[in-house]
T-cell receptor, first 117, second 115 residues
Framework: AQKITQTQPGMFVQEKEAVTLDCTYD???????LFWYKQPSSGEMIFLIY??????QNATEGRYSLNFQKARKSANLVISASQLGDSAMYFC??????????????FGEGTQLTVNP | GAVVSQHPSWVICKSGTSVKIECRSL??????MFWYRQFPKQSLMLMAT?????????EQGVEKDKFLINHASLTLSTLTVTSAHPEDSSFYIC???????????FGPGTRLLVL
């Protein structure tokens, strides 16, 4: 079974508008972490935002915010005021458990975001 | 944020040769490093996890004798693809984290083409 599901293979948004990228996860571990990474065509993986399972508030980092709905097991990424440079592949990832074995990440299939001028 | 470098960024080699890829954490001590493989239009697949000074832990289906991983210091891990074949052609990317911090920081990746 998929542990991380990104149901949107591709998304389009107009420049300056907001966009939400969906991510749902599956885990029975009470301690986990959720990450979003951006991968432009150059291939590098850029860390965007992190949400811990015990965090009470939704994480925010500049134009990025994470809409964390624990009961629904969803961790959607919201990008406000989209810019042309936001065009890239976006990956949602989850870390389960603690300690050395708990540091590995499981990635979703990704969403290709295109920002139109 | 933390910086991770990878070298080389591109490598083309003949079938049967070995290729070494270096991953370095430039401004933090990487207690754990990870090696991923990514095929075009696909997600990242974890190959192995290595802790400094310990043997790497390989994911199921990854041949440890083919993909040799060494994590000899807190700032350097190497991946050696031995006797490379065309099917080993892929994008290899490493990441690193330090104890007490959640986030993995990624290197820029290495594109390997085996002819």
């Amino acid at each position: 079974a998929q542990k991380i599901t990104q149901t949107q293979p591709g998304m389009f948004v107009q420049e300056k508008e907001a966009v939400t990228l969906d991510c749902t996860y599956d885990t029975s571990d009470p301690s986990y972490g959720l990450f979003w990474y951006k991968q432009p065509s150059s291939g590098e993986m850029i860390f965007l935002i992190y949400q811990g399972s015990y965090d009470q508030q939704n994480a925010t980092e500049g134009r990025y915010s994470l809409n964390f709905q624990k009961a629904r097991k969803s961790a959607n990424l919201v990008i406000s005021a989209s810019q042309l440079g936001d065009s890239a592949m976006y990956f949602c990832a989850m870390r389960e458990g603690r300690g050395t074995s708990g540091s590995r990440l499981t990635f979703g299939e990704g969403t290709q975001l295109t920002v139109n001028p | 944020g933390a910086v991770v470098s990878q070298h080389p960024s591109w490598v083309i080699c003949k079938s049967g040769t070995s290729v070494k890829i270096e991953c370095r954490s430039l401004d933090f001590q990487a207690t754990t490093m990870f090696w991923y493989r990514q095929f075009p239009k696909q997600s990242l697949m974890l190959m192995a996890t290595s802790n400094e000074g310990s043997k790497a832990t390989y994911e199921q289906g990854v041949e440890k004798d083919k993909f040799l991983i060494n994590h000899a210091s807190l700032t350097l891990s190497t991946l050696t693809v031995t006797s490379a074949h065309p099917e080993d052609s892929s994008f290899y990317i490493c990441s690193a984290r330090t104890t007490g911090f959640e986030t993995q920081y990624f290197g820029p990746g290495t594109r390997l083409l085996v002819l």
